[in-house]
């Protein structure tokens, strides 16, 4: 109750801000609306907005989906193989190396206009993070523990999924905390290249069209949307974490 | 559980071309309780580490073996300072992680028994965080137990309790360990002069060996014989 009271009073400042910026700098609307204006917009384009969000958010589930098993397993395989190690760890690098703004015309023009395209986007912007801090945490299991498993006679795959899995699960979480607010930039981006649905579609299309409340109404709940996700995957990471003890 | 076989080493250590220790000769009786005591980097741990067949950085230039001539894989059980649990497994299911580790079916009633002897009962469930650190510390025994190995290292498992915790623990594992091969490192004096039957002294100038008194461990913490041989030893490490 208290955490809500709290978000609710630094909501509640942020509109006061913009609401004393647009009024005391004298911004005409089609710099920046006020609140007002732009949540008069949400609420009256409240369908043509959430039917283009729910495009944006299903790329953005999707994505993540794919991500965190994708990044999940990619990480599992390395740190039980030397070999994949080698052959993964430049590939890792690479991927982050080239700026994904750059491949989204490419990713259009191979996965066409529609949700896959975007779904590839969020699933490259994420996929490093979540792979390297998984990774990273299987790589620092105490040795200790290890030693003792080794008395006991586990076989390495075996020690990997009853100690070092378990013990690396909340890297994987903060990777996960981290895809959570990377993958709608991805969407985002995707849908700005190319696309006929989404958020980042409909802020190019009100853009084009001098409708900055409409704009501003899509970035609000593309922002809502993404808090509430992070919230969401921070909580499963949690009640992981408390799961595991 | 097999026969508890008696263990042997010799020879000279290396780390890097660094001496770690040696050239030293050790002999720890078949079922019987030896303490190895001595100041931190005089290689006590190592050689703990050479017997349980983790010392991969160690170069050791001689033999560290079992009097029988099988391999000590297998047939060892390790309880280091750290108690080592998994803090996302029940204590029970600490228990039987080497069962699970190894591929089999965990035993749990056997668990819970064992559990029940080292004084957990009703402590089953609980996570290593809900738990005091002299209970953690009977875990790790109650997991050691589990093993059923014949051979048991000890690496200062005891240290970082509190006196009464440590004595109690003492008492426990001596009772629940006889019979098997126990090599004890230790610092502490007091604690090899309650536990040892053989009590070895490693420092730079080598390994040495002192007689305890007759009477059996875990020998009465104030008895003048403990407590002589506890200045002894405290004498010894001072001197070395």
Same mark, same amino acid.
């Given at each position: 109750?208290?955490?809500?009271?709290?978000?609710?009073? !630094?909501?509640?400042?942020?509109?006061?801000?913009?609401?004393?910026?647009?009024?005391?700098?004298?911004?005409?609307?089609?710099?920046?609306?006020?609140?007002?204006?732009?949540?008069?917009?949400?609420?009256?384009?409240?369908? /043509?907005?959430?039917?283009?969000?729910?495009?944006?958010?299903?790329?953005?589930?999707?994505?993540?989906?794919?991500?965190?098993?994708?990044?999940?397993?990619?990480?599992?395989?390395?740190?039980?193989?030397?070999?994949?190690?080698?052959?993964?760890?430049?590939?890792?690098?690479?991927?982050?190396?080239?700026?994904?703004?750059?491949?989204?015309?490419?990713?259009?023009?191979?996965?066409?206009?529609?949700?896959?395209?975007?779904?590839?986007?969020?699933?490259?912007?994420?996929?490093?993070?979540?792979?390297?801090?998984?990774?990273?945490?299987?790589?620092?299991?105490?040795?200790?523990?290890?030693?003792?498993?080794?008395?006991?006679?586990?076989?390495?795959?075996?020690?990997?999924?009853?100690?070092?899995?378990?013990?690396?699960?909340?890297?994987?979480?903060? @990777?996960?905390?981290?895809?959570?607010?990377?993958?709608?930039?991805?969407?985002?981006?995707?849908?700005?290249?190319?696309?006929?649905?989404?958020?980042?579609?409909?802020?190019?299309?009100?853009?084009?069209?001098?409708?900055?409340?409409?704009?501003?109404?899509?970035?609000?709940?593309?922002?809502?949307?993404?808090?509430?996700?992070?919230?969401?995957?921070?909580?499963?990471?949690?009640?992981?974490?408390?799961?595991? @003890? | 559980?097999?026969?508890?076989?008696?263990?042997?080493?010799? !020879?000279?250590?290396?780390?890097?071309?660094?001496?770690?220790?040696?050239?030293?000769?050790?002999?720890?009786?078949? @079922?019987?309780?030896?303490?190895?005591?001595?100041?931190?980097?005089?290689?006590?741990?190592?050689?703990?580490?050479?017997?349980?067949?983790?010392?991969?950085?160690?170069?050791?230039?001689?033999?560290?073996?079992?009097?029988?001539?099988?391999?000590?894989?297998?047939?060892?059980? /390790?309880?280091?300072?750290?108690?080592?649990?998994?803090?996302? /497994?029940?204590?029970?299911?600490?228990?039987?992680? @080497?069962?699970?580790?190894?591929?089999?079916?965990?035993?749990?009633?056997?668990?819970?028994?064992?559990?029940?002897?080292?004084?957990?009962?009703?402590?089953?469930?609980?996570?290593?965080?809900?738990?005091?650190?002299?209970?953690?510390?009977?875990?790790?025994?109650?997991?050691?137990?589990?093993?059923?190995?014949?051979?048991?290292?000890?690496?200062?498992?005891?240290?970082?309790?509190?006196?009464?915790?440590?004595?109690?623990?003492?008492?426990?594992?001596?009772?629940?360990?006889?019979?098997?091969?126990?090599?004890?490192?230790?610092?502490?004096?007091?604690?090899?002069?309650?536990? !040892?039957?053989?009590? /070895?002294?490693?420092?730079?100038?080598?390994?040495?060996?002192?007689?305890?008194?007759?009477?059996?461990?875990?020998?009465?913490?104030?008895?003048?014989?403990?407590?002589?041989?506890?200045?002894?030893?405290?004498?010894?490490?001072?001197?070395?």
């Amino acid at each position: 109750m208290r955490r809500a009271a709290k978000i609710a009073v !630094g909501v509640a400042f942020g509109l006061l801000a913009w609401q004393a910026l647009v009024t005391l700098a004298g911004l005409p609307p089609y710099i920046l609306p006020g609140p007002g204006r732009v949540l008069t917009t949400l609420w009256t384009s409240r369908a /043509l907005i959430a039917e283009h969000a729910l495009t944006t958010a299903a790329e953005v589930l999707i994505g993540l989906a794919i991500g965190a098993v994708l990044g999940g397993a990619s990480a599992i395989l390395m740190a039980a193989a030397p070999l994949a190690r080698t052959l993964l760890r430049p590939m890792l690098v690479f991927s982050q190396a080239i700026p994904v703004f750059a491949l989204a015309p490419i990713l259009t023009l191979w996965l066409g206009y529609g949700l896959w395209s975007k779904i590839a986007m969020a699933l490259l912007i994420i996929y490093f993070p979540v792979t390297s801090a998984f990774f990273d945490a299987l790589m620092r299991t105490p040795g200790d523990w290890l030693g003792l498993a080794r008395v006991m006679g586990a076989r390495p795959a075996r020690a990997l999924w009853h100690i070092r899995i378990p013990a690396a699960l909340p890297g994987f979480a903060s @990777g996960l905390r981290l895809a959570a607010v990377y993958a709608p930039i991805g969407a985002i981006i995707g849908e700005w290249v190319g696309a006929s649905r989404g958020l980042g579609y409909l802020m190019l299309l009100a853009n084009g069209r001098a409708r900055i409340d409409l704009m501003f109404a899509a970035l609000l709940v593309l922002a809502a949307f993404t808090l509430t996700l992070h919230a969401l995957v921070d909580r499963g990471c949690r009640a992981l974490a408390r799961r595991q @003890g | 559980m097999s026969a508890a076989p008696a263990l042997h080493l010799s !020879g000279t250590a290396r780390i890097g071309g660094t001496i770690v220790f040696g050239p030293v000769s050790l002999e720890a009786p078949a @079922g019987q309780w030896t303490c190895l005591l001595g100041p931190s980097g005089a290689g006590k741990s190592t050689i703990l580490r050479l017997f349980a067949g983790l010392a991969g950085e160690v170069a050791l230039e001689g033999t560290a073996e079992a009097s029988d001539g099988a391999p000590l894989a297998g047939r060892v059980a /390790l309880m280091a300072q750290d108690d080592l649990l998994m803090p996302w /497994l029940s204590a029970l299911e600490n228990v039987t992680l @080497g069962a699970r580790l190894r591929g089999l079916r965990p035993d749990r009633d056997r668990a819970r028994a064992v559990l029940a002897r080292v004084g957990l009962d009703g402590h089953a469930a609980k996570r290593p965080d809900a738990l005091s650190g002299g209970q953690r510390q009977r875990v790790a025994l109650a997991r050691t137990l589990m093993e059923e190995r014949p051979v048991v290292l000890l690496d200062e498992p005891f240290s970082a309790l509190d006196a009464r915790t440590r004595a109690g623990m003492q008492d426990l594992s001596a009772e629940l360990l006889s019979g098997r091969t126990v090599l004890h490192v230790t610092h502490d004096p007091a604690e090899a002069a309650r536990l !040892g039957q053989r009590v /070895l002294i490693l420092t730079e100038a080598g390994l040495s060996a002192i007689a305890p008194p007759e009477c059996a461990p875990p020998r009465p913490i104030d008895a003048a014989a403990t407590l002589a041989l506890q200045g002894r030893l405290h004498r010894r490490l001072m001197e070395a």
